[in-house]
């Protein structure tokens, strides 16, 4: 009985191994069948492949290459598809357009060496090394990150700030009395800080208002627990009863230049007579103070004049001239570098001129002047297109009657 068993195991996985054999053969010559009906289909196409060495994805993929470097070619770049893929050409167009803002910015990268993302964490280090450098710390950005620059600089402030209990403990009086003089410095500097603030009446926005009142009962709060915790007249703390009131004075600061309204945008009130309102830069740079991206410049959800406030003229859902109404008819305009007139910025679908109408001029997607065409208006690789992260975007012009 075994034997037979031994015997008819045996037999199974010999039929097992001649039927997988005839299966991997019969998949390796449909593969190879494929291969040389895609190499004729490309000859038909004015390509030559060989179907010996190259299999159908691979012939896909070269064309795919060939066409790509054909593409940035005629926008005037120049790749080899036998050495960068289709994918390693995008990256290089945007390594040479990111190196070419940055220039403009007074950094220069070489994008041969360098990858967009590698620059932008440059310029952040340099920045950051110029900041800490006015706060008396030297640190090399070619050697050091910002993180480590962050670090270093608290270490150093951990290890170099004395504090109460030390000077008390070493008797040191010229050092105890620089204390009392910090600490009245403080007081006084609270105090013109108080008498800075605004009249809560003089703010019309109800959310900015109830913000701003929110601050005022924690600078309140802050205060009462640095007092609670004042050592006697003569002596001082280490100033770490101190550090929440310097973060919510900092808040109030910045929440009076919202309030201010403070963004600067005199270089483009020779274009208000003629295109209305200026309302910032749809997209561009989030860091450029008029751009929309910019949550404390043209972006503030605060400011009156901004598309990103929900309760201002241009930005609520129920005024006619806003760009989130989606039955608005006097939404804004967009205007490129050249001042050529790009659509109106609306939800609208009905509006022809609204960039939001996927069968208009200017929304849908295969008309070269509609920002929605990834190669025409909308291409992220244009200088002044909104789709580039690193561009400068379009002007917004809103009208300026109140039509609600």
């Not at 990256?91 to 950094?107: F, L, N, S």
């Not at 070619?142 to 150093?156: C, F, L, N, V």
């Not at 990103?308 to 760009?323: I, P, T, V």
Request: aromatic residues 14%.
């Amino acid at each position: 009985m075994k034997t037979n068993l031994r015997l008819l195991a045996v037999a199974i996985c010999a039929f097992l191994f001649v039927y997988s054999n005839a299966l991997g053969s019969d998949w390796a010559t449909q593969q190879k069948q494929k291969d040389r009906e895609r190499a004729a289909y490309w000859k038909t196409q004015g390509y030559r492949f060989d179907p010996e060495y190259m299999t159908a994805w691979s012939m896909d993929q070269k064309v795919m290459d060939i066409q790509r470097a054909e593409y940035w070619k005629s926008r005037g770049y120049g790749f080899d598809p036998d050495y960068m893929t289709a994918w390693s050409m995008d990256q290089k167009v945007k390594d040479i357009a990111r190196a070419k803002y940055w220039t403009t910015k007074g950094y220069k990268f070489d994008p041969d060496y360098m990858t967009s993302w590698a620059m932008d964490q440059k310029v952040k280090d340099i920045d950051r090394s110029k900041y800490w450098a006015t706060k008396g710390y030297k640190f090399d950005p070619d050697y050091m990150t910002a993180w480590a620059m962050d670090q270093a600089a608290k270490d150093k402030q951990v290890n170099t700030t004395p504090t109460y209990r030390s000077a008390l403990s070493a008797g040191n009086e010229t050092l105890l009395n620089s204390y009392s003089l910090l600490l009245q410095n403080k007081k006084e500097s609270r105090l013109k800080s108080q008498r800075a603030l605004p009249e809560l009446n003089s703010i019309d926005n109800e959310p900015l208002s109830s913000s701003y009142q929110r601050l005022l009962r924690e600078l309140n709060e802050s205060r009462l627990k640095s007092q609670r915790a004042m050592p006697p007249p003569g002596l001082i703390d280490d100033g770490s009863s101190h550090a929440y009131t310097g973060e919510t004075l900092s808040r109030l600061s910045r929440l009076r230049q919202i309030i201010a309204g403070l963004t600067d945008t005199t270089p483009y009130k020779d274009y208000e007579e003629k295109h209305g309102i200026y309302l910032g830069q749809l997209g561009g740079n989030q860091f450029d103070p008029n751009s929309t991206r910019n949550p404390f410049g043209a972006g503030n959800q605060f400011n009156p004049s901004s598309i990103n406030n929900q309760f201002g003229k241009y930005g609520s859902k129920f005024s006619s001239n806003s760009a989130r109404n989606p039955f608005a008819t006097n939404a804004p305009k967009l205007y490129d570098s050249q001042g050529r007139y790009r659509g109106k910025l609306s939800n609208n679908p009905f509006d022809p001129d609204s960039i939001s109408n996927p069968f208009g001029r200017y929304g849908n997607r295969f008309s070269p002047d509609s920002i929605n065409n990834p190669f025409g208006a909308g291409n992220r690789f244009s200088l002044d297109s909104p789709k580039n992260p690193f561009g400068t975007g379009w002007s917004i012009y809103g009208d300026d009657e109140e039509n609600y």
